[in-house]
């Protein structure tokens, strides 16, 4: 019972074949992949450290939780934050759980200077103790650097 070495032959050709089309398929989006750098996700963890909650506390008349967010111009120039506040009844997040979010947006943050803004959640029960925090950032630059 052998092989015919003509059918390794060919079985080696598609072998081969198969492999060149794989790289043909794939190693454009390699390279894309690669080239690009992960270029919004650096610039998202960069405008993070520049933005903090400073408090975070029950509104009493309507109950909804209220966030304080603080920006911190960069170096690069004036401009604008969007912060993504995140709000818990518990500093590490339950596995599984949905946490409620909110946007703030800080516009006219100058270089080195401190700007507040107030992140508004959602009505919160009134026997848990709410966790507040930046889940994301983007800045985005609003004029020329050094202006």
């Known amino acids: 019972m052998g092989v015919s070495t003509s059918a390794l ?15 043909l398929v794939f190693a454009p989006l390699g390279l894309y992949v690669w080239a690009s750098g992960g270029g919004p996700v650096a610039a998202e963890r960069a405008a993070v450290e520049y933005v903090r909650v ?6 009493p008349a ?11 111009g960069r170096p690069e120039g004036p401009g604008e934050y969007i912060v993504t506040v995140e709000f818990r009844d518990a500093a590490p997040p339950d ?6 979010e ?21 009505v919160w029960p009134p026997a848990t103790t709410p ?17």
């Open 9 to 23: 032959k060919w079985q080696g050709w598609l072998v081969g074949l198969v492999t060149l089309a794989g790289l």
């Open 102 to 122: 909110s946007l703030v947006k800080v516009p006219g943050v100058a270089a080195g200077a401190t700007e507040y803004a107030e992140a508004i959640g959602p």
């Open 131 to 147: 966790w507040c925090g930046v889940a994301s950032a983007t800045f985005t630059r609003s004029g020329p650097a050094g202006v």
């Open 54 to 59: 400073t408090g975070c506390r029950i509104d």
């Open 62 to 72: 309507s109950r909804r939780v209220v966030a304080g967010v603080e920006a911190t």
């Open 95 to 100: 596995p599984g759980s949905r946490t409620a």
